[in-house]
């Protein structure tokens, strides 16, 4: 017996790479569908600013309801996969820039990426935390982003931060959050009716006086 | 002997009709209070002591409930937030003004979120929330008249704007449940938020 290849172990070999290439597309398929749901879903939130139905969403990606919930058990956690899409989109749009920067800088810089956040994300986060009751996972995932962005203030001020009392770091951190919470940033814009410019000059004006003073 | 007369029957039932009207709004106002969820009209009925019949009796539907429910903790809210120590130091001021926002925030937060939720169903809710922001943002206006007076425009609206979001309901909501912070916790981050924001105070 020799190690060569013989006809039939050629064959079942390419039967059995055939099979996973199967395998392979199947799943591909699969989850460019659970993508596309999850685009509708965001898509729709952004249009109307509410949260869409199983029809709405699956008319929009273009399948059936049904192959909404073969992907998603139901819609709840269909919002819960949005979020997750939501964050990674986020973060990797969200770069940290100018750590090492002036304090204006960094104050600007902040300001500036968290107001386009905010622009970009705020219909879908209210649809999302609104009614977390009975959506562990939901209300997990709305503690997460609100942590990512008391983490990364911390970060781009760490200089001032630094400075004062660990008692003190919180009493700023829960004014800094709530300054640059979402909806302060739509009432900015919606109610008060304010540019992106200025808007984010109440913030940097607003930030730069609750910091300490940067240390020399 | 009493005599009834077609007048004080007539006032005897509009008396009733209003007192079962406002244990209705009581209901309701007390139902939010103890759930997150917004209450369904089988669970006010329960709670005021009525049938749902008697509910939609008195309110064409659940969003002129919630309209009336809102006027009247307008109305109490209002009430109870006084402005006091207008004349007051600085840091009276700002202890006052805080000592009264943070009770509003305390006994109506559950209904502003209420509002909140239910706010696109109708213009009238909308219209209210708009109300109350602005009545918010004029108390801020008139304690710390002195401080703002020495801004120029846009400094002074933007510190205003910067006010309201720091004393939001929200920014309440997320010091005491979020963060377990007490009231007087809560309120020790506000003093402290609103003296870092405001200018300095003018020599009187």
């Given at each position: 017996?020799?190690?060569?290849?013989?006809?039939?172990?050629?064959?079942?070999?390419?039967?059995?790479?055939?099979?996973?290439?199967?395998?392979?597309?199947?799943?591909?398929?699969?989850?460019?569908?659970?993508?596309?749901?999850?685009?509708?879903?965001?898509?729709?939130?952004?249009e109307?600013?509410?949260?869409?139905?199983?029809?709405?969403?699956?008319?929009?990606?273009?399948?059936?309801?049904?192959?909404?919930?073969?992907?998603?058990?139901?819609?709840?956690?269909?919002?819960?996969?949005?979020?997750?899409?939501?964050?990674?989109?986020?973060?990797?749009?969200?770069?940290?820039?100018?750590?090492?920067?002036?304090?204006?800088?960094?104050?600007?810089?902040q300001?500036?990426?968290?107001?386009?956040?905010?622009?970009?994300?705020?219909?879908?986060?209210?649809?999302?935390?609104?009614?977390?009751s009975?959506?562990?996972?939901?209300?997990?995932?709305?503690?997460?982003?609100?942590?990512?962005?008391?983490?990364?203030?911390e970060?781009?001020?760490?200089?001032?931060?630094?400075?004062?009392?660990?008692?003190?770091?919180?009493?700023?951190?829960?004014?800094?959050?709530?300054?640059?919470?979402?909806?302060?940033?739509a009432?900015?814009?919606?109610?008060?009716?304010?540019?992106?410019?200025?808007?984010?000059?109440?913030?940097?004006?607003a930030?730069?006086?609750?910091?300490?003073?940067?240390p020399? | 002997?009493?005599?009834?007369?077609p007048?004080?029957?007539?006032?005897?039932?509009?008396?009733?009709?209003?007192?079962?009207?406002?244990?209705?709004?009581?209901?309701?106002l007390?139902?939010?209070?103890n759930?997150?969820?917004?209450?369904?009209?089988?669970?006010?009925?329960?709670?005021?002591?009525?049938?749902?019949?008697?509910?939609?009796?008195?309110?064409?539907?659940l969003?002129?409930?919630?309209?009336?429910?809102?006027?009247?903790?307008?109305?109490?809210?209002?009430?109870?937030?006084?402005?006091?120590?207008?004349?007051?130091?600085r840091?009276?001021?700002?202890?006052?003004?805080?000592?009264?926002?943070?009770?509003?925030?305390?006994?109506?937060?559950?209904?502003?979120?209420?509002?909140?939720?239910?706010?696109g169903?109708?213009?009238?809710?909308?219209?209210?929330?708009?109300?109350?922001?602005e009545?918010?943002?004029?108390?801020?206006?008139?304690?710390?008249?002195?401080?703002?007076?020495?801004?120029?425009?846009?400094?002074?609206?933007?510190?205003?704007i910067?006010?309201e979001?720091?004393?939001?309901?929200?920014?309440?909501?997320?010091?005491?449940?979020?963060?377990?912070?007490?009231?007087?916790?809560?309120?020790?981050?506000?003093?402290?938020?609103?003296?870092?924001l405001?200018?300095?105070?003018?020599?009187?």
């Open positions: 017996m020799t190690d060569a290849i013989q006809p039939s172990d050629a064959t079942a070999s390419a039967s059995a790479e055939g099979r996973e290439a199967r395998i392979d597309g199947r799943r591909l398929r699969s989850e460019r569908t659970r993508r596309l749901i999850i685009e509708a879903y965001i898509a729709l939130v952004r109307t600013g509410q949260m869409p139905t199983a029809a709405q969403i699956a008319e929009r990606a273009g399948y059936s309801v049904r192959s909404i919930f073969e992907r998603f058990p139901d819609l709840t956690a269909l919002r819960v996969a949005v979020t997750d899409y939501a964050i990674a989109e986020a973060r990797a749009n969200a770069a940290l820039r100018d750590l090492d920067a002036d304090r204006l800088t960094r104050i600007e810089s300001v500036n990426q968290r107001g386009g956040g905010c622009e970009r994300w705020l219909p879908l986060w209210r649809v999302l935390s609104t009614d977390l009975g959506a562990p996972d939901l209300q997990q995932r709305i503690g997460m982003i609100r942590q990512l962005v008391v983490m990364r203030m970060m781009m001020f760490r200089p001032e931060l630094a400075s004062v009392s660990d008692a003190e770091r919180k009493k700023i951190m829960l004014a800094l959050e709530s300054l640059v919470d979402f909806e302060s940033w009432r900015m814009r919606q109610l008060w009716g304010l540019s992106f410019e200025e808007a984010c000059a109440v913030w940097v004006k930030i730069d006086r609750l910091l300490p003073q940067t020399a | 002997m009493s005599v009834s007369t007048a004080t029957i007539v006032d005897g039932r509009r008396l009733r009709s209003e007192r079962t009207r406002q244990l209705i709004i009581e209901a309701y007390s139902l939010l209070r759930s997150k969820q917004v209450p369904t009209s089988a669970q006010i009925a329960e709670r005021a002591g009525y049938s749902v019949r008697s509910v939609f009796e008195r309110f064409p539907d969003i002129s409930l919630r309209i009336a429910a809102t006027d009247y903790a307008f109305a109490q809210g209002t009430a109870s937030a006084q402005p006091r120590d207008l004349h007051g130091d840091a009276t001021r700002i202890r006052s003004q805080v000592e009264t926002r943070a009770h509003t925030c305390e006994a109506w937060l559950p209904m502003w979120r209420a509002l909140n939720a239910n706010q169903d109708s213009e009238e809710l909308k219209s209210r929330v708009r109300l109350a922001r009545l918010i943002f004029r108390r801020l206006e008139l304690m710390y008249q002195p401080e703002l007076s020495t801004l120029d425009e846009p400094m002074r609206r933007y510190t205003l910067a006010l979001a720091l004393t939001d309901f929200e920014s309440w909501g997320r010091m005491r449940e979020n963060f377990g912070l007490s009231i007087e916790e809560a309120r020790a981050v506000w003093m402290q938020t609103i003296d870092r405001l200018p300095p105070t003018p020599a009187a």
